[in-house]
Structures are given as structure tokens and as C-alpha cells.
């Protein structure tokens, strides 16, 4: 389960031309809660405020203002026993090249406080799902994108967490490779387990997602099913549904 | 403190993985010491030979024919070799010959009427077969004078020891591993601290400003780990880098200078135990631990804040500067008298060690610099995991 309640979250930057400090604001207000068997699609164009969110869900970021529980736990007060519960993938994370996906899943589990043969087991249960088992013993600076990626869902849901986290998990993947990643969130969503994944593939958010939130310049437009979202506004497709955002009708 | 371990474990597999790197900062000098070394003894050692082996050439002008029969008795250490063409100067830089020993021509004469006739070396004390040519002379001319001085007194006679009122006899009461440890106490410091410091900061850069650039961080920091203990684990894994590549910097330039010069005031395995006590090299290991902390503080301190490789290697880079410029300081004669010493951090380190070998350590400078050492590490510490918890730390903006 995770819950966001009135969250907020800025940055400080500096002004390169005026040398001022500027602040902007990433997220501005968000509350929306995903329940265990959901997928919850977070959309929204660059720089809504889309990976800030996800980042302050899996305890990277903390939040300003406003309540954030995963699990049960407070992200604020109780950070490690929440990140325990989270799986959580980005587009921009990268494996450890030297590393074989053995060596890679083992280490992970180390770090996630899980037993070695438990690991073990479940390192090779997850590369045989997403096809990359004869590779186990290979180091991974070789490996293509999608190859890196794999290894990448492996090592987020290795400690079988209650919560998953995926921000873009398809940005760079061949198609053969994002259907791998699709079908796995589905069999996680089928597991019970509660998952958010951000993206900018319409498609894949009419595929797989239950509900779907839009994050439009840090704030939440939206946070109802797909259909009912577009209803609302009177929109025949998600991208009618920026557009709109976008011209300031919101 | 498990996850620390577990990240400084994770710093080392990876490190393991590049034999290169291995081989470059543990293994490499293990070989490259002993093999420069020899080589410089070999080399310094054959040359010494050759030198000492042949006779130094040299120009005699001797008109009265005074020396001439001293040289010719010595065919090992002198070879009378004709005028050369040209510049005197320039044969002599060219080795074409060692010296030229020109005997004033009343010599002869003024020996006869018992005055001191003068006799001129030309060489370039500077080159080492020329110095050589001009003490073989001098030797030859300590004996000879001796004797004419002999045949004057027994001419007058007078005692054959008038020419001697008083022999200095000198006993060596110095201590060979005193001065030895004098002369490791002020370089020893220095080439502690400069491999410290350069033994761990590509691997600190590596491990941080590296981490995020390759986009592991977030992998990292995603897990259930306290942020706390991926950077002390970081830290424990520079640290521990640059500790083991000191020892073994050392130890091998040791080893190999013991073992090419073996007899000298170099440092050996054997000398440099008989020297440095266990006392003197545990408590030098100890100050050593707090300052490679301090170092690898702040080599992960920087690493962290920078945005990528380069810009951590470029703001560490001034820190390296100011350690060597300390280290340099610090080898300087006579600093140790200066009283503010024991308080200025990292020099106050050189100057226990300094003493230390020299034995003249003082409890309370040693105290003062350990404290000060521990407690700037303490500080930085705290400073560096404070900075890690920092977002911008991890995301750039």
C-alpha cells in the first residue's frame, strides 16, 4: 500500500545567467493511494514532477510537507523499514558491469538482509523468468541495454518486495524486451503486490494500468481509472488529455 | 556496522574484478621497486668498479721532473697521457682525460732549498673519475710530503716527530641505527602520507563521484541500507586502500634498498628492525590510522559533492598539493624545533614520527597530534555522512 497525502517537494537551483537562486516546485500537493493488486500509471510530460514522486515513494527523496506511508511505515520517520518493502527501478540505473548477474542478484540480497540460499533461489527463479539464465555467469559490461535492464528488474524485485516502484521501465527496450517487463508487472499486480510505474507510453498505460494519475507541473490531475478520466474531460485519448493540460484548461 | 562491511566488501569485489587496477596499485610495486632498485645499485656498483679499476689519465707538466716518478709508480691509479687537442676544459668535460697536474718549474730547486714549491690539479670535481683522479693525487702527495718532511728533520736533526705534536685518534661512539632512524624519521612521514593519499584517491573516486556517474548509486542507496553505512563502508574501503597501498609502497622500497645496499644506511627489513622498535612502528601505525581516516574522509567528502569523475579528481587535487607541500615542510631540517608544530594537524603527525625514530619521542606532542588527528577524522566523518543524506549529494540540479 502506498499513500501520499498533501506531499510536497522543491528544489533550489541557481539561476546560471542571473546567478539568483531560484526555487521550483516539483510537487505541489500530491495525494493519491495505490492498494495492493493495483497498477497505478503515473503520467505526465518532462519535468512534471513524475520521477521526483516515485523518488520520494522509494525513500531517495524526502518530502517537505505532507504525510508518505509505504507499507505501513512512514517514510520520514521509519526510511529503512520502508525502502525494505520497495522494489524500485529507474530507467537511468545501471548494473554493476564487472559484476556477473550472479554475483550482482547475491551481493543485492546481502544488502537486503536475505538469507544466501534464499537469494540464490530466488536470483534464479527471476533471470529464468526474464530469460537471461544462461547469461548468469557472464559479466555485465557486455550485456546490451535491455540485457542491463533485466538484471536491473531482477535485483528490484529480488527481496520479493510488497511494493514496486518502476519509473520509465521501458524508456531504451526493444520491444521484445518491454513486453518481458510488462508481463512481469502484470504477474506482480496477479501476486498482489502494489505497483506504480511511471511512463510516457500511452499504450502501455491502456495496457496494464488500473488507475492513472497525471502530474502536470508538479500537481495531480486526475486519479481515477483510464476511462473515467477521459470521460471526465471530455477526451477521446491521454494525449487529447495533455493537450488540454497544456493549454491551461485543468 | 554490518552494512558498512557490506559495502566496503562490495568496493573490494569490485575492485578485484579489475586485475589491471590490481596489479597497478598492489602488485606492481611488489616488482617495480626491487627492479628499479637493483637496477640503480647494479648500475652504480659496475660504474664504481670501472672507476676504481682504471687509472685516472692525466696531463703532467713537470718541467723539473719532481712528480713524474711518483705517478709512473702507481701504474694502477695513473696513465700520463699526451696534451690533447684543443681546449683543456672541454677535454676534461669530455672525459678525454681526468686531470692535468701542472709542478712549478723551480720545484726542484725550491724543495732543495727546503721552501714549498706549488703544484696545480685542473679537474671538475663534479665529475666523478676526475674527483677520483684528484684524491688518488692527494693520497700520493699526503705520502710524499710526509717523507720529505722526514728528510728535512733528519737533514736538521731534529725528531722525526716534530712534524707531528699530536695524533687525533677518534672513536665512533654515534648510533648507525640512530642516525639511520633520524634520516627515515624525516622522509618517512612524507612517503607515508603522499602514498596514502595518492594510493586511495582513484579508488575514492571510483567509489563515489565514479558510483554516481555510472548510475549504481541509486541501486545503492534504493536498498534497505542506512544511508550511514554505505558511506562508511566508502570510507573504510578508501581508507583501507590507502593504507595497504602505503605498507606496500614501503615495504618493498624498503625491502629492496636493504637488500641492494646491504650494509648501508638504507633501510632494510633487518635494520629497520633493529631501529624501529615494535613500540616505534605500533605507534606509528596508530597516528597513521586516524590520518589515513582524515585523508579518506576527505577524498570521499569530494567525491560525493562532485558531479563526475573529473571534477571529484580536480577538487581533490589541491588537497593532494597541500599534503605534499606539508610533507615537503615537514622534511625540513630543524623544523621540529618550532613550537607551534605539535598544533598544526597532519605536520604535527610528521613531527611525532619524526621523533619517534629518532627516539626522542614525546608523550605529549604524540598525545596532542593523535587527538587532534582523531578528532579532525571524527569531525569529517560526521561531515561527509551528513553530506551523503543531502540530496543534492545524490541528484544533481
Request: aromatic share 6%.
Given at each position: 500500500m502506498?499513500?501520499?497525502?498533501d506531499v510536497?517537494k522543491?528544489f ?5 545567467k542571473t546567478?539568483?537562486k531560484?526555487r ?5 500537493g500530491?495525494?493519491?493511494?495505490v492498494c ?5 500509471g503515473?503520467?505526465?510530460p518532462n519535468?512534471?514532477?513524475k520521477s521526483?514522486?516515485l523518488r520520494?515513494?522509494?525513500g531517495l527523496?524526502?518530502a517537505?510537507?505532507g504525510r508518505?506511508?509505504?507499507c505501513?511505515?512512514?517514510?520520514e520517520?521509519?526510511?529503512?523499514q520502508a ?8 530507467g537511468?540505473l545501471n548494473?554493476?558491469?564487472r559484476f556477473t ?6 551481493l543485492f540480497g ?5 538469507e ?9 527463479a527471476?533471470?529464468e523468468r526474464l530469460g537471461?539464465?544462461?547469461f548468469m555467469?557472464v559479466?555485465?559490461?557486455?550485456f546490451?541495454?535491455?540485457?542491463k535492464q533485466?538484471?536491473?528488474?531482477a535485483?528490484?524485485?529480488l ?7 518502476f ?6 527496450l526493444?520491444?521484445l524486451?518491454?513486453k518481458?517487463?510488462l508481463?512481469?508487472l ?10 506504480i510505474?511511471?511512463t510516457h ?5 491502456e495496457d ?6 497525471i502530474l502536470?507541473?508538479g500537481i ?10 477521459l470521460s471526465d474531460?471530455?477526451?477521446r485519448?491521454l494525449?487529447?488529455?495533455f493537450?488540454q493540460?497544456?493549454?491551461g484548461?485543468? | ?16 574484478k579489475?586485475?589491471?587496477t590490481v596489479?597497478f596499485?598492489?602488485?606492481l610495486?611488489?616488482?617495480?621497486y626491487?627492479?628499479?632498485i637493483?637496477m640503480v ?5 659496475t660504474?664504481?668498479?670501472k672507476?676504481q ?6 696531463l703532467?707538466v713537470d718541467?723539473g721532473?719532481?712528480l713524474?716518478?711518483l705517478l709512473?709508480?702507481?701504474?694502477e ?7 690533447p687537442a684543443g ?6 668535460r669530455?672525459?678525454?682525460l ?6 712549478e718549474?723551480?720545484?726542484?730547486l725550491k ?5 714549498t ?8 670535481p663534479?665529475?666523478?673519475a676526475?674527483?677520483?683522479?684528484l684524491?688518488r693525487?692527494?693520497r700520493v702527495?699526503?705520502?710524499q710530503n710526509h ?11 731534529a725528531s ?9 685518534e ?6 648507525l641505527?640512530l642516525?639511520v632512524?633520524?634520516t627515515?624519521g624525516a ?7 603522499l602514498?596514502?593519499f595518492?594510493g ?7 567509489a ?7 548510475g549504481?548509486l541509486l ?6 541500507l542506512p544511508?550511514h553505512?554505505?558511506?562508511?563502508g ?7 586502500v ?6 606496500i ?9 636493504g637488500g641492494?645496499?646491504?650494509g648501508g ?9 633493529d631501529?624501529?622498535s615494535?613500540?616505534v612502528?605500533g605507534?606509528?601505525f596508530?597516528?597513521m ?6 585523508f ?9 559533492r ?6 571529484a579528481?580536480?577538487s ?5 598539493v597541500?599534503?605534499m607541500?606539508?610533507?615537503v ?6 623544523i ?7 598544533y598544526?594537524p597532519i605536520?604535527?603527525?610528521?613531527l611525532a614520527?619524526r621523533k619517534?625514530?629518532s627516539?626522542?619521542?614525546?608523550a605529549?606532542?604524540y598525545g596532542?597530534?593523535?587527538?587532534m588527528?582523531l578528532?579532525?577524522a ?5 561531515l561527509?555522512?551528513?553530506?551523503l543524506n ?6 544533481t540540479?
Amino acid at each position: 500500500m502506498i499513500e501520499l497525502v498533501d506531499v510536497h517537494k522543491g528544489f533550489t537551483v541557481r539561476d546560471r545567467k542571473t546567478r539568483r537562486k531560484k526555487r521550483i516546485e516539483a510537487v505541489r500537493g500530491v495525494t493519491f493511494s495505490v492498494c495492493p493488486g493495483e497498477i497505478y500509471g503515473l503520467l505526465g510530460p518532462n519535468g512534471a514532477g513524475k520521477s521526483t514522486t516515485l523518488r520520494l515513494i522509494a525513500g531517495l527523496m524526502q518530502a517537505e510537507r505532507g504525510r508518505l506511508r509505504v507499507c505501513g511505515f512512514d517514510a520520514e520517520r521509519e526510511p529503512e523499514q520502508a525502502r525494505a518493502c520497495i522494489g524500485y527501478l529507474s530507467g537511468d540505473l545501471n548494473v554493476y558491469g564487472r559484476f556477473t548477474p550472479r554475483e550482482f542478484l547475491k551481493l543485492f540480497g546481502q544488502f537486503q538482509d536475505m538469507e544466501a540460499h534464499v537469494a540464490e533461489g530466488r536470483a534464479q527463479a527471476l533471470m529464468e523468468r526474464l530469460g537471461l539464465l544462461d547469461f548468469m555467469d557472464v559479466r555485465m559490461e557486455g550485456f546490451s541495454t535491455g540485457q542491463k535492464q533485466k538484471v536491473s528488474v531482477a535485483r528490484a524485485l529480488l527481496h520479493d518486495p510488497g511494493v514496486v516502484v518502476f519509473d520509465e521501465p521501458t524508456t531504451g527496450l526493444d520491444v521484445l524486451t518491454a513486453k518481458t517487463v510488462l508481463d512481469l508487472l502484470r504477474e506482480l499486480r496477479a501476486e498482489g503486490r502494489t505497483v506504480i510505474v511511471s511512463t510516457h507510453v500511452m499504450p502501455m498505460v491502456e495496457d496494464i494500468c488500473d488507475r492513472v494519475g497525471i502530474l502536470f507541473d508538479g500537481i495531480l490531475h486526475g486519479d481515477a481509472p483510464l476511462e473515467q478520466l477521459l470521460s471526465d474531460r471530455g477526451a477521446r485519448n491521454l494525449d487529447e488529455v495533455f493537450f488540454q493540460l497544456a493549454a491551461g484548461e485543468a | 556496522m554490518r552494512g558498512a562491511l557490506l559495502v566496503c566488501k562490495k568496493e573490494f569485489l569490485e575492485l578485484s574484478k579489475d586485475r589491471r587496477t590490481v596489479f597497478f596499485t598492489f602488485l606492481l610495486p611488489i616488482i617495480l621497486y626491487p627492479l628499479l632498485i637493483a637496477m640503480v645499485a647494479g648500475l652504480s656498483r659496475t660504474d664504481e668498479v670501472k672507476r676504481q679499476g682504471r687509472a685516472s689519465r692525466v696531463l703532467l707538466v713537470d718541467p723539473g721532473g719532481l712528480l713524474e716518478p711518483l705517478l709512473r709508480a702507481e701504474p694502477e691509479s695513473f696513465e700520463l697521457v699526451s696534451p690533447p687537442a684543443g681546449d683543456l676544459r672541454r677535454a676534461i668535460r669530455d672525459q678525454r682525460l681526468e686531470m692535468r697536474i701542472q709542478v712549478e718549474p723551480e720545484a726542484p730547486l725550491k724543495l732543495k732549498r727546503q721552501q714549498t714549491f706549488t703544484i696545480t690539479a685542473a679537474c671538475d670535481p663534479s665529475e666523478d673519475a676526475s674527483g677520483l683522479a684528484l684524491s688518488r693525487l692527494k693520497r700520493v702527495l699526503e705520502k710524499q710530503n710526509h717523507r720529505w718532511v722526514q728528510e728535512r728533520l733528519r737533514q736538521a736533526g731534529a725528531s722525526l716527530e716534530l712534524d707531528a705534536p699530536s695524533r687525533l685518534e677518534t672513536l665512533e661512539m654515534g648510533d648507525l641505527g640512530l642516525k639511520v632512524g633520524r634520516t627515515l624519521g624525516a622522509f618517512l612521514p612524507y612517503l607515508l602520507m603522499l602514498m596514502m593519499f595518492a594510493g586511495s584517491m582513484q579508488h575514492g573516486i571510483y567509489a563515489t563521484a565514479g558510483e554516481k556517474e555510472r548510475g549504481t548509486l541509486l541501486s545503492l542507496l534504493s536498498t534497505r541500507l542506512p544511508r550511514h553505512q554505505i558511506i562508511w563502508g566508502k570510507l573504510l574501503y578508501v581508507f583501507s586502500v590507502g593504507l595497504m597501498s602505503a605498507i606496500i609502497n614501503l615495504l618493498s622500497m624498503g625491502l629492496s634498498i636493504g637488500g641492494a645496499f646491504k650494509g648501508g644506511v638504507a633501510v632494510s627489513g633487518g635494520s629497520l628492525a633493529d631501529l624501529a622498535s615494535p613500540a616505534v612502528l605500533g605507534l606509528t601505525f596508530l597516528l597513521m590510522v586516524p590520518l589515513g581516516l582524515l585523508f579518506a574522509n576527505f577524498i570521499v567528502m569530494m567525491g560525493i559533492r562532485a558531479r563526475n569523475s573529473m571534477e571529484a579528481g580536480t577538487s581533490i587535487m589541491p588537497g593532494m598539493v597541500v599534503v605534499m607541500v606539508m610533507a615537503v615542510f615537514s622534511m625540513a631540517p630543524g623544523i621540529e624545533k618550532m613550537p607551534f608544530l605539535p598544533y598544526v594537524p597532519i605536520l604535527n603527525v610528521s613531527l611525532a614520527v619524526r621523533k619517534l625514530f629518532s627516539q626522542q619521542g614525546n608523550a605529549f606532542e604524540y598525545g596532542i597530534a593523535l587527538a587532534m588527528t582523531l578528532g579532525l577524522a571524527a569531525a569529517l566523518t560526521w561531515l561527509s555522512t551528513r553530506l551523503l543524506n543531502r540530496e543534492t549529494a545524490v541528484f544533481t540540479l
